[in-house]
């Protein structure tokens, strides 16, 4: 994988469809935990704990596997109304394995309309643990997407790697089955062309400082903190989008923002972007598509 040192400077000028100034997209992590691993080795779950204590693979950790099955339970159904309160449509990555043995979830999103996001297969088997064996890689992605087709009707359009950890091989291989875009990186607010062997695929920005899993769970903000985080970056972003068109991703999980101490911060920042009458709410796939359009005049190829 490939893609050019181009500053934000230096690009040419992205305008948004519809006359719109900034693209908000949140993403919802839909994700699945296994409670035990044939493994003898710390079980790193792909994401904070809410006890720091590690435990083998091959010992049930029920304070971490429950806290996070909350968001299953209850967290996720919470997180629906308020998005059906705002009438905002959120990006929803999901686990294969939560296709397979949450499937309600699934189906509340897809009678929704939203979007649905690859996100590998199972939350604690990150790609990076086959950094050395693409064919490993490979056969997993590729049954990730076999899991996803069969059971959404499509083909996955769009990847995030769980984690976000990827390796260099990850572009590759999610180009010749297909895809169009890549969210594990977390160095722009702006879209760009990855170029691989298999064709190029559009980097749509994620982020780990927006994000509940640093607001509240490294950081330690409060609820009022993270409103004020949120809105903050808002009103930046859309200060600089005049100039040119920007985007702004804010990434929820069920398990911590689902919780009703938390809940607040997505009511009280989106009643505040909507009061904006030119903010776009794209899905990333549909953010994909309109920058494949308009890409040359942005960052030109090297071989362009």
């Known amino acids: 994988m490939k893609y050019p040192f181009v500053p934000l400077p230096h ?3 992205l305008t948004l469809p519809g006359g719109n100034r900034l693209a908000v997209i949140p ?16 079980y790193y779950a792909g994401g ?3 006890l720091p204590d590690t435990l083998p693979g091959n010992v049930p950790d029920f304070p971490n596997f429950s806290w996070r099955e909350y968001g299953q339970r209850v967290g996720i159904w919470r997180l629906f109304r308020e998005f059906d309160r705002a009438n905002i449509a959120p990006s929803c990555t999901v686990n294969a394995k939560l296709i ?3 499937w309600s979830i699934v189906d509340a999103v897809m009678e929704r309309g939203w979007e649905l996001v690859s996100h590998n297969y199972e939350q604690g088997d990150l790609l990076t643990n086959y950094a050395h064996n693409p064919a490993e890689e490979r056969e997993l992605i590729e049954r990730s997407l076999e899991i996803y087709e069969k059971a959404i009707g499509r083909k996955a359009k769009g990847w995030l790697s769980c984690s976000l950890r990827g390796t260099l091989n990850t572009c590759e291989i999610l180009a010749d089955n297909g895809l169009i875009f890549f969210c594990d990186l977390m160095n722009d607010d702006q879209p760009y062309l ?4 298999k064709g190029n695929i559009v980097a749509t920005p994620y982020s780990i400082e927006v994000n ?7 950081r330690g903000l409060d609820t009022d903190g993270a409103i004020t985080l949120l809105t903050e970056q808002f009103n930046v972003l859309y200060e600089e989008a005049e100039e040119t068109g920007l985007v702004m991703n804010i990434g929820i999980h ?9 809940i607040r911060t997505l009511r009280e920042f989106f009643d505040y972007a909507k009061t904006f009458d030119d903010i776009w709410w794209p899905s990333r796939e549909e953010l994909a598509e309109w920058y494949l359009t308009c890409h040359e005049t942005h960052i030109p190829q090297p071989n362009a």
Request: proline share 13%.
């Open 194 to 197: 990855i170029s691989t062997p």
């Open 27 to 42: 993403t919802l992590n839909l994700e699945y935990w296994d409670l035990v691993k044939d493994s003898s080795e710390p």
């Open 11 to 13: 690009r040419g000028k």
């Open 100 to 102: 397979e043995e949450r």
């Open 254 to 262: 069920p398990h911590v923002t689902g919780v009703p101490h938390r």
């Open 48 to 50: 904070p704990p809410i």
């Open 212 to 218: 509940d899993f640093t607001i509240f769970m490294r």
